[in-house]
């Protein structure tokens, strides 16, 4: 059991660091007061460029190209999700429609352009991150061999990110202006806050970390792009709820998630686990984020503006 | 005068995305004057290619009133390619499975594939009204749960030779018919149509004309004032859910045994995406909605013919749907130019 | 004369309506003016432009002399000018030191400094006797003090010229007679204070001058200690206005709503409605007084089924409908003239003929089978507007949405009493009306008494109450304090009861 455990811990973490990655972009957004829909479409956008850079620089750069790619792959996501800021913001349209659809064109645009460049759709990369053991954390007991073996560079990244982003929200003056928008954006705009500006700033940082989030998974774990990213974008909102918008608790919400949906993709070599049928296992990430959802939507403590049109000069 | 309003955004927004397509056809170095007289010839240009035209506007046509539908009502349900794989599913089952004479057997599986559409879009139906779980989460979830099931069960007992696909739905089972088939020379159309064009009359209906659709526009409108009048707010969300899945379930029917004679598993169906693109630039109304199909009918009919002429990708199809969403979506721009048109076309009057 | 703030020839437009045409108004240092006009004369669009919320279409600002540009809130807070809102602008989650510093916390390194802030509020508040909590969260306090850090907001950002917008809608009349006081305090520490109000015994009470604006124009300014209340009011609203409504004495008769020992839970899950008892007879209007948020909101509710109840019963004609539904409740004849008429009364994106419906849709003549009757339903809309002299564009066909909130209020006063009901729930029922339909609502209630009906009055404003009721049953903290004749008690005795206090009063003026 616990040799389980063990074997499955690096791969839910590995699961998981997109997953937060991305729930931490909805949760500036949303905080802001935007709901951002497209995180799924932000990811496979994230996705395609890293491994477009990867595989273009790969040759002249090496190990190099990879943090170029994550880099691009951050900053295609925050130029598309410009798309839904201008949308949703400016023009007042309807937030979930924008969102999805910038899920739709991501994934079309991608694969087009895939296509375009290797005919087949799909991009792959041969060079991603190695899995390390961290020194002398890694030989910790019981936290070492969970925690700090076979980690990405990512992983430590994106828990970075989670940190910064904790202090920025709740400690700084820009985030509680941006909380302010997303509870009463009236409040904030009277207090001579720029509401429209924070909630731009809201979206653009989602779809940096989105863009982040799918080239993530595309240098841990995937290997290739290949014009989706499987649900995850609706995972990581579902997390975000999950979570109650607090990043302690999106962090508790995505490991969960990605645990569960490691138990699916690793039941080939687990012995143990290949006897459950295909269907449960795959199923099994999705089925539990329903059951959370209808345990937690009910006392759930969303921004209280969140997905609400604003107009200036409304009363 | 609304009706007027909506036909200019929805212009407008296929114009604006066929724009966009052409930037990209540039972009890729193809001619965009060629590569659009090959989209939409593919689409026209015989009554063989008319036919495909229609069969890809049956289902689009249904998935796009099940997402008007729900857009009417206030709800996003994304659920329209869980629901349509799970109809499909059903009607592929029960075609490999019963042996009746056709009518009977159309009958048998039509009803089959509604319920079990229904039954998909009743449970985040259920969740929001009892759990107020949100419905885009929910409806999204079940896509992913159907399309595993999918994947499951029909390489477990419904395949014949390949591991991707089911076997071939006998002729008895299938809502083609010989006639049909031979009036568009051997196309993809089939009886489908005709189901298409029966919901989008009867849903125009209900919610024009009925009881039941007043209630549900209410609620889609002002739960609270709809509350207040005494309406049952979480049953009518349920049904209005289960009414959409339904249509995506008949829809399912349509495309897996109709328009293709196998299900193949691993792909999760793209009419369900465009639904929202069809309902929106359809302006949520069940003749917008048949026009939108039909437009997108010819891209999706035309595109491949369009690659093979051209090279052009044929997700650029996807991709010009995918901007007049994006557009559709921003028609407050222009809602506002209209507004501004008609103001000045009446003060120069 | 010295004048800090002058607005000169302030002109504002909206689409489709002229909120303010060329206004002039002066306020001199040390003094409290008030703005008079009834609502949606323009008063608030014009100090949304004193303080930088809008940008004036015309027309100059001058402070100390000098003209400047408002142009956004900040700039306005820089000038010394600040602001209560008539819908406090305030975070819920929020601490009170996070909502006043809000666009203008100090920084230590990279960290918000909230500790500094906190005790400087502190100081502040002691200095003018505020009483407030820096670390208390918003929605954790009490209505008036959350006004108290609104103009806490005020004193942080070193206002001079304070702008109070409708300020005593939400507060029991001890808490206005504070706020009076803080007023008095401000005007001693040297700020000068403008007040929009259309309450004429607040005028007379605190204010100095008073500039009376009506469709947004200045009709004049008068000094307030040689001005009547009625002749204010002439000014306000155009042309004399009876102050009394007409109403001849009558016998109420049978209980037609009976309450007995209800429990309600409120959405916070706090005791919103305790033990309440209380009976509703045929033939008069009894009136329900209280502040906001002492059980009013969920005890309608619960009485008309759109929140369930802990325990107790409801009885309506001798039948127990605890636990019935809204719609049963509606076809067993109760009315509900609901609080907010735009979230609860009306489906804004529906046209009249179809709101008109709105409870009964159902039934013939309005549909049969399952399928709705056109001509029956536009023909009842139509006589309705008539009826009830509603004014719409399109008439029956006009979106809800574009009528005036007057207009909106008289066509679901119509709706609700063309079902003719046995009690008729009336929440609220004048709020943001202008005087001419103020009058009118009221007397169709009347109406609806004289003919031997029910009509429960919901109302914050104690005029209205003591107006119209035959009996006045004061609630605080979501009980009835006691039931009083209005002829036999003083507002300022309600007052007190409306706060709990008082059982004595309650005695001294008691009737069954």
């Known amino acids: 059991m616990w040799d389980i455990v063990s074997h499955i811990f690096p791969y839910a973490i590995a699961f998981t660091v997109p997953l937060l990655a991305a729930a931490l972009g909805g949760f500036f957004s949303e905080r802001s007061g935007v709901v951002n829909i497209g995180l799924e479409g932000l990811m496979v956008i994230g996705n395609f460029v890293c491994a477009v850079t990867i595989s273009k620089l790969q040759p002249s750069m090496g190990q190099g190209a990879i943090w170029l790619g994550l880099a691009m792959a951050a900053a295609a996501g925050l130029a598309f999700s410009l798309l839904h800021a201008f949308a949703s913001i400016s023009l007042c349209a309807n937030q979930v429609i924008s969102g999805t659809a910038i899920n739709m064109v991501a994934s079309a645009l991608t694969v087009f352009l895939a296509r375009t460049m290797t005919g087949s759709g799909n991009v792959r990369i041969t060079l991603g991150f190695v899995p390390f053991d961290v020194p002398v954390l890694c030989k910790i007991p019981v936290i070492g061999p969970l925690v700090f073996t076979k980690s990405y560079a990512t992983t430590w990244l994106v828990l970075a990110i989670l940190a910064i982003s904790w202090f920025v929200v709740y400690k700084t003056r820009f985030g509680l202006r941006l909380r302010a928008c997303g509870e009463h954006p009236q409040t904030a705009d009277a207090a001579g806050v720029n509401v429209y500006r924070m909630r731009y700033a809201g979206v653009l940082i989602s779809g940096a970390l989105a863009g982040l989030a799918g080239a993530a998974i595309l240098v841990t774990f995937s290997g290739e792009f290949n014009g989706t990213v499987a649900g995850l974008g609706f995972l990581a909102m579902a997390a975000l709820i999950f979570g109650n918008w607090k990043p302690l608790g999106i962090l508790g919400a995505t490991f969960f998630f990605g645990f569960a949906a490691t138990l699916a993709n690793v039941s080939q070599v687990v012995p143990e686990l290949s006897k459950i049928p295909g269907l449960v296992l795959k199923a099994f990430p999705y089925v539990v984020t329903i059951l959370a959802l209808v345990l937690f939507s009910k006392t759930t403590q969303a921004p209280k503006a969140d997905g609400e049109i604003y107009e200036a000069g409304k009363r | ?349 | 004369m010295d004048y800090i703030v002058e607005m000169l020839s302030i002109t504002k437009r909206f689409p489709g309506i002229l909120a303010n045409d060329d206004i002039s108004i002066r306020l001199r240092k040390g003094e409290i003016l008030a703005l008079l006009g009834e609502n949606g004369a323009g008063k608030s669009t014009l100090m949304s432009i004193l303080f930088g919320l809008y940008k004036a279409d015309s027309g100059t600002i001058r402070l100390r002399g000098k003209e400047v540009h408002v142009s956004n809130p900040n700039v306005a807070g820089e000038l010394g000018i600040g602001m209560v809102h008539q819908h406090f602008k305030l975070v819920q989650n929020f601490t009170v030191t996070e909502n006043i510093v809000l666009g203008l916390e100090p920084i230590k390194g990279l960290v918000v400094d909230l500790k500094s802030a906190a005790r400087r509020i502190k100081e502040l508040s002691e200095t003018y006797g505020l009483n407030v909590d820096p670390y208390a969260k918003i929605e954790d306090i009490t209505v008036g003090m959350q006004q108290r850090v609104e103009i806490l907001k005020m004193l942080y950002r070193n206002a001079e010229v304070l702008i109070f917008d409708e300020p005593t809608g939400v507060l029991t009349p001890q808490e206005i007679d504070d706020l009076m006081a803080i007023m008095r305090n401000l005007i001693g520490e040297g700020k000068s204070i403008l007040l929009i109000t259309h309450k004429l015994k607040e005028i007379k009470a605190i204010a100095d001058r008073c500039t009376v604006i009506r469709r947004g124009k200045v009709i004049g300014t008068v000094d307030v200690a040689d001005t009547d209340e009625a002749k204010m009011a002439e000014m306000m609203v155009g042309r004399a206005v009876s102050f009394s409504v007409d109403k001849a004495p009558r016998e109420s008769g049978e209980v037609v709503l009976d309450i007995s020992g209800l429990n309600v839970l409120s959405g916070r899950k706090t005791q919103a409605v305790k033990d309440l008892s209380l009976q509703v007879r045929y033939g008069e209007i009894l009136g329900l007084a209280g502040v906001d948020g002492n059980g009013q909101t969920e005890l309608v509710e619960a009485l008309t089924g759109l929140r369930k109840t802990q325990s107790g019963t409801i009885r309506l004609k001798g039948v127990d409908v605890t636990h019935a539904t809204v719609r049963a409740r509606i076809l067993s004849g109760m009315a509900h003239i609901p609080e907010d008429r735009q979230r609860r009364g009306l489906v804004l994106d529906y046209s009249m003929e179809d709101n008109l419906v709105l409870e009964v849709y159902g039934l013939p003549p309005f549909s049969h089978g399952g399928f709705l009757d056109r001509k029956a339903i536009r023909a009842h809309a139509d006589k309705l507007m008539e009826d009830f002299d509603v004014r719409a564009g399109e008439g029956s066909l006009a979106v809800a949405r574009s009528l005036s909130g007057g207009n909106q209020q008289k066509a679901i006063v119509g709706r609700e009493i063309d079902h003719d009901p046995d009690v008729l729930i009336a929440v609220q029922p004048t709020r943001g009306l202008d005087v001419g339909s103020i009058e009118y609502i009221h007397k169709r209630l009347v109406e609806q008494r004289d003919r031997g009906k029910a009509v429960l009055l919901v109302s914050l404003e104690l005029d209205e109450i003591m107006d119209l009721s035959d009996r006045i049953a004061v609630m605080s903290h979501g009980s009835i304090v006691g039931i009083v004749d209005p002829k036999s008690v003083t507002e300022a005795d309600v007052g007190l009861m409306m706060t709990g206090v008082s059982r004595e009063i309650a005695k001294k003026g008691e009737d069954k």
């Open chain 2, 1 to 349: 005068m609304k009706g007027l309003r909506d036909l200019f955004t929805a212009l407008a927004a296929v114009i604006l995305g066929l724009l966009a397509g052409a930037v990209l056809m540039l972009a890729i170095g193809a001619n965009p004057l060629e590569g659009f007289s090959y989209l939409f010839r593919g689409g026209l240009m015989n009554i063989e290619r008319i036919g495909n035209t229609l069969a890809t506007a049956t289902t689009l046509t249904l998935t796009g009133l099940a997402m008007a539908f729900a857009f009417r009502t206030g709800l996003f349900s994304i659920g329209a390619p869980g629901q349509m794989l799970m109809g499909g599913l059903v009607a592929t089952v029960i075609g490999l499975s019963l042996h009746l004479p056709k009518w009977e057997m159309l009958t048998v599986i039509l009803l089959a594939a509604m319920i079990a559409g229904s039954i998909w879009g009743f449970i985040p139906g259920y969740l929001k009204a009892r759990f107020n779980v949100h419905e885009v989460v929910s409806t999204i979830m079940l896509n992913w749960i159907a399309y595993w099931t999918v994947y499951y069960v029909i390489p477990a007992h419904f395949k014949a030779n390949l591991e991707t696909e089911s076997a071939r739905i006998p002729d008895y089972a299938s809502l083609k018919v010989p006639w049909l088939t031979e009036m568009f020379k051997g196309s993809f159309i089939n009886l489908g149509v005709f189901a298409a064009i029966v919901a989008a009359v009867v849903i125009s209906i209900i919610l024009n004309k009925t009881v039941l659709g007043y209630e549900l526009k209410a609620v889609g409108f002002n739960r609270t004032a709809a509350e207040f009048a005494g309406i049952n707010v979480p049953m009518n969300m349920a049904l209005s859910l289960g009414i959409s899945g339904a249509l995506a379930g008949l829809a399912g029917a349509t495309f897996y045994v109709g328009y293709a004679v196998n299900m193949q598993i691993g792909v999760m169906p793209s009419q369900g995406m465009d639904a929202i693109a069809v309902a929106l630039l359809g302006a949520n109304s069940p003749l917008g909605v048949v026009l939108a199909a039909l437009f997108f009918g010819v891209l999706h009919s035309g595109k491949g013919f369009m690659n093979a002429m051209t090279g052009i990708p044929p997700e650029i199809g996807d991709t010009i749907i995918a901007i007049i969403i994006y557009f559709a979506a921003t028609s407050v721009l222009f809602t506002r130019l209209f507004d501004g048109l008609r103001a000045r076309f009446r003060r120069g009057q």
